[in-house]
């Protein structure tokens, strides 16, 4: 995802390799929070980081919802004491920290997601960006306190931007 465009990019491959491809892009029905990464419970920021889907549920309040791996190690690293947590892509069109692409948009990544399980992926990684993260982008916003944690996302960006793979992960699908 990009929070700057307000949208969520999923990406898929053939099973057994080959680079990603574009797959769909799902407009944000709703967004909270400002440009930076989460660090504490409550604050309405969406997260920023190399996430995973590690929950599916289809009794979300929100009609479906896939729950990412907030915090990560690095999230309980850099964050408060109390970092927060239930960061979800959902349905709907309210957010306070999560990724709501409407009940038809939460329906074909839900089963997209379901999908590439069933196919034998154990990792659906979740790519969360503040902006394109390129030299260009951040000299727009050299004085940001996050400078230095947005930097720590650049390999990993401009290494899926130019291979369209993930570094190190056989997977069968990303979403950012």
């Known amino acids: 995802m990009i929070k ?5 990019e999923v990406w898929a491959r053939n099973q057994g390799g080959g680079p990603f491809q574009l797959f769909e892009t799902y407009p944000l029905s709703a967004t909270s929070g400002t440009l930076g990464p989460k660090r ?26 896939l729950g990412l791996n ?12 109390n970092p927060g947590g239930d960061i979800f892509i ?5 957010s306070i920290g999560c990724m709501p ?7 074909e990544v839900y089963l997209l997601a379901v999908a590439a399980r069933a196919a ?7 790519h969360l960006f ?24 650049m390999p990993g960006f401009l290494y899926f931007e130019q291979h369209h ?12």
């Open 70 to 81: 907030y915090p990560n190690a690095a999230d309980r690293a850099l964050g408060e004491p």
């Open 130 to 153: 503040p902006f394109p993260i390129t030299e260009a982008e951040l000299a727009k916003r050299r004085n940001s306190p996050h400078q230095a944690f947005w930097r720590s996302l």
């Open 4 to 8: 700057s465009r307000a949208e969520l």
């Open 120 to 126: 034998g992926q154990a990792v659906i990684p979740v």
């Open 101 to 107: 692409i409407t009940d038809a948009g939460i329906e």
């Open 165 to 176: 793979d993930v570094a190190g992960a056989e997977a069968l699908a990303v979403v950012r």
């Open 40 to 65: 504490r419970a409550g604050d309405y920021q969406v997260p920023e980081g190399f996430y995973e889907i590690d929950r599916f549920n289809p009794k979300s309040n929100y009609y479906l919802s």
């Open 90 to 94: 959902h349905g709907g069109e309210a």
